[in-house]
Structures are given as structure tokens and as C-alpha cells.
């Protein structure tokens, strides 16, 4: 079956510009994550959907990042006034449920480059 | 909070040899582990995981983790390395005082092969 699709999967913007990144979770998955891998800062978590609501934000690196998900499928990273530092590969994970120990599954990811 | 500590940013073995990577989580509370693959601008990959059943896991590809609690420690070993397994392995804990799982990644261990 179909994984977890993530488009783009690359990404050139300059300087200043808003970009918006999507996500497809696996059919079914209620859970869905978003990660940020970058060379300073390895993978880190920004922010987590239960069905379409975000109860923790708290991950996202500033106002300038934000995420919705509709209809309990797919997702939209945003991120606004684009710097260089957040130049990474954005990615994109769902899981059947928020359990602990539940396999997450990931995407492969949205290279964005900022010029 | 969580951590992981991969002790190695990189391991070079031979075809043929035992691979080694070794992981120390530290964790207020019985954990849940995982082990992840990154191929080269692919995807993670989860290899395998450990949930609070059986201390030794057996993943895909031919590789086991066993869970010391003593130790703290959730090494990745194969008893015999295959060109194909020249990757990077990410060391992941559960974080779940949030409220929903948080992975929370080591920093990661490039595996080179040499024939």
C-alpha cells in the first residue's frame, strides 16, 4: 500500500518568501507528525496533529512556522518570511495511533533551500 | 526529558563483519526504543523496536538490539555486514510526558562497508 507522501521534494525559495509544504499520512493514520533534519541541529520534533488539532505546538522554531491538517488527512507546514536558517529537509511522519511505542512511519521528506 | 547518546558518529567495519552501534537512552520511566535507517536521500526506515516485552529484538535485515536496563544501553548489532547496510542509524527514544510521542533522536551513526 501507498506510505506517507511529502511534495514537494525539493524546494529553492529566496530570502523572505513564504513556502508551503505537504503532507500525505498513510490511509487511516490518525497521528501525524512533523520533523525538521538539518546539519547544526540533527532531527527534531516541530509539532504533532491528533486528528486536526495541535495540542502542542511548542516545537515549532518561531511564529513564523505554523501547520494545519483537514479532514484528518493531509497536512500543511507553512512557513513565512523564509531565512536561510531554515534551510533542511522537513519531514513528515503518521501513525495508526498516538501510542507509546507505535511505529511511526516517515515520508521522505522536503528538501527546502533558502537563498 | 529523554535522551539518546550515540557514542559513535562513525563505524567502519569490513563485508562479512559484525557491525556494532552502540546507544545510552536515559529515561525517568521503562522506555520504548527504536532503531531507524536513513539510505542515502531516502526515507527513515524503522529496523526495529523495544516496548517493555522481550529484552533481545530482532529487526529486519538481520539485525537484533538488546535492552539493558543496567546499562541503559540499546546497542544495534549484525553479526555479518553486507554492502547494502552502508546507511545512517538513528538511536530514538519515546517521549511520552508530553502527553503524545515525541521521538526523540540521537544524533546519529554513519555505517561505512568496505569489501
Known amino acids: 500500500g501507498a506510505g506517507v507522501s511529502q511534495s514537494p521534494s525539493n524546494k529553492v525559495t529566496e530570502k523572505g518568501k513564504d513556502v508551503e509544504l505537504r503532507c500525505d499520512p498513510i490511509?487511516?493514520?490518525?497521528?501525524l507528525y512533523w520533523y525538521r533534519q538539518s546539519l547544526g541541529q540533527g532531527l527534531e520534533f516541530l509539532i504533532y496533529?491528533?486528528?486536526?488539532?495541535?495540542?502542542?505546538k511548542s516545537g515549532l522554531p518561531s511564529d513564523r512556522f505554523s501547520a494545519e491538517r483537514t479532514g484528518g488527512s493531509v497536512s500543511t507546514l507553512t512557513i513565512q518570511r523564509t531565512q536561510q536558517e531554515d534551510s533542511a529537509v522537513y519531514l513528515c511522519?503518521?501513525?495508526?495511533?498516538?501510542?507509546?511505542?507505535?511505529?511511526?512511519?516517515f515520508g521522505p521528506g522536503t528538501r527546502l533551500t533558502v537563498l | 526529558a529523554q535522551s539518546v547518546t550515540q557514542l559513535d558518529s562513525h563505524v567502519s567495519v569490513s563485508e562479512g563483519t559484525p557491525v556494532l552501534l552502540r546507544c545510552n537512552y536515559s529515561?525517568?520511566?521503562?522506555?520504548?526504543l527504536f532503531w531507524y535507517v536513513q539510505h542515502p536521500n531516502k526515507g527513515l526506515q524503522l529496523l526495529l523496536k523495544?516496548?517493555?516485552?522481550?529484552?533481545l529484538v530482532k529487526g529486519i535485515n538481520g539485525f537484533e538490539a538488546e535492552f539493558k536496563k543496567s546499562e541503559t544501553s540499546f546497542h544495534l548489532t549484525k553479526p555479518s555486514a553486507h554492502m547494502s547496510d552502508a546507511a545512517e542509524y538513528f538511536c530514538?527514544?519515546?517521549?511520552?510526558?508530553?502527553?503524545?510521542?515525541?521521538?526523540?533522536f540521537g544524533t546519529g551513526t554513519r555505517l561505512l562497508v568496505s569489501p
Open positions: 530514538v527514544v519515546s517521549e511520552m510526558n508530553t502527553g503524545f510521542q515525541k521521538l526523540v
Open positions: 523495544y516496548t517493555s516485552a522481550a529484552t
Open positions: 529515561s525517568s520511566y521503562s522506555p520504548s
Open positions: 496533529f491528533q486528528g486536526n488539532s495541535a495540542p502542542d
Open positions: 490511509s487511516g493514520h490518525t497521528a
Open positions: 511522519a503518521s501513525s495508526f495511533r498516538d501510542w507509546a511505542g507505535n511505529e511511526q512511519f
